[in-house]
DNA sequence: CGAAAAATTCTTGCATACAAGAATTTCGGC
DNA sequence: GCCGAAATTCTTGTATGCAAGAATTTTTCG
């Protein structure tokens, strides 16, 4: 009953997660255990459904309750993670049904980030957009799946910085991490990886010329094909579990 | 240094909070902590910048500091507070720049909102927003500004409802913390009230006649001149405080 | 042998104790 | 009398203790 083992999954899991210094400053525990859950979820290491032990997250961690407590808080207020009250908290499911209804919102969020940013699109931010853009197409033919995914994000992301909408940010980074969950639970290559490319360049095209018509409408589309094709490789994988 | 007049204001607004009662049920303390904080700041009765001093608020609200702890990290995750490291949070400050920010995001939001309720809207739905409106007008004749605001934002909620978009509510409950605060700060009868009712009108239209492009459209229009009326107001108060 | 009930163990929710950093006050020097 | 530095006080960040509710195991009865 002690063996530690076999108690559970999630202690392997753990054990490698790097801990904070014992000389460390006061005040970041909160954030790096946050960081930390946040990204054992999203990476899928805790899969949907897993209840999380607090205890046991104390231990693996290395810090006391109150932090875990603290982020598991967080956690669920971001929508990774259900409350149930008296009981264990456990992973949110990947329901594909909200994966669907996350499609609309977030092509028309990054639709308005496009329409502002082109209002506001110097050749300097242009560049620097394009120059995330080719870091993605780097990774890819490294066949470097996680930078692919990080560039792909930061091209995102610089777009809707530069919206110069600090609520737009705010939102986008709340829904990205529901879709970012999504991505690594595929945990595939899009299919349709030469047509993002051509779309990212047409977005760029249609920011470069302040065009925010046709910028809102690209980016909107591009979102809503991606996601699209994320829905249907997850329906794929639900069908035949182990990727064949 | 004892006097609990003088120490401060909160104390004198804290003071006639309805507390739990000591025969409470376990688990109820965190919700109702960030129910009964959040409403003190949406309300303005923490005025933005105000320290949070965790132990005062222990005090007035007769909890330890675990609770008010996690409803301070709850908040500043909604953007109500700002969190300074090993310092006392403050009030986030109300900036007019971030208001105009909430327009574009808010109204993007609530215009689809409008199209996917469209879409979905049946005639019972449509007389159940309808009477909501009714309950605003009649809140109107009745000068009662509290009423108003409420009934005024279960109309816009329930056709956020009525999108079938759960993502879609997450982020407009999100949102509508912030527009509230707004509200309350202007703290007047919106000028257009009249044009407000008429468009509600024109958006119930929409609704029923299945229009999603039309209720999309009224509802973008609708939350944007609600909310440059608001700010227009706000700058008014910015400019002489005490409302002549 | 199976099932239901009681007792035990475990887990969360809240309170509190302790430590590190910030703010304030006081005391010394000029 | 004023400025600066040291000491004190105060406040937050983290850990731990205690109680209520849930889960599990054991025991007893049919």
């Known amino acids: 009953m002690d063996s530690p083992a076999d108690t559970t999954p999630l ?37 949907p459904g897993a209840k999380l032990n607090e205890r046991e997250l104390c231990l693996q961690l290395g810090v006391s309750r109150t932090p875990v407590r ?77 930078g692919y995914f990080e560039a792909n994000k930061a091209f995102h992301r610089r777009i809707v910085e530069l919206s110069g909408n600090p ?29 993002a490319i051509q779309e990212h360049e047409q977005i760029l095209a249609a920011l470069s010329a302040g065009d925010a018509a046709l910028a809102s409408q690209r980016l909107r589309e591009h979102v809503r094909n991606g996601l699209s094709g994320l829905v249907a490789a997850l329906k794929d994988r639900i069908a035949k579990p182990d990727g064949a």
Do not use: C, F
């Open 70 to 146: 603290e982020a598991i808080k967080t956690l669920t207020q971001d929508g990774l993670l259900r409350a149930l009250p008296n009981k264990s908290s456990v992973v949110a499911e990947l329901d594909v049904g909200e994966i669907e209804a996350l499609i609309d919102v977030v092509s028309t969020i990054e639709g308005l980030a496009g329409e502002l940013a082109a209002a506001r699109a110097t050749d300097e931010a242009v560049a620097e957009i394009g120059m995330l853009h080719y870091r993605m197409m780097l990774h890819h033919t490294r066949d470097e799946l996680p």
């Open 11 to 47: 202690a392997a899991l753990l054990a490698k997660v790097p801990q904070p210094e014992p000389g460390r400053r006061k005040g970041a525990l909160h954030g790096s255990t946050v960081a930390q859950l946040r990204n054992l979820i999203v990476t899928g290491a805790l899969a």
């Open 167 to 195: 609520v737009l940010l705010w939102i986008w980074e709340l829904l990205a991490l529901r879709v970012d969950r999504a991505r690594y639970s595929s945990n595939l290559w899009p299919k349709r990886w030469k047509m």
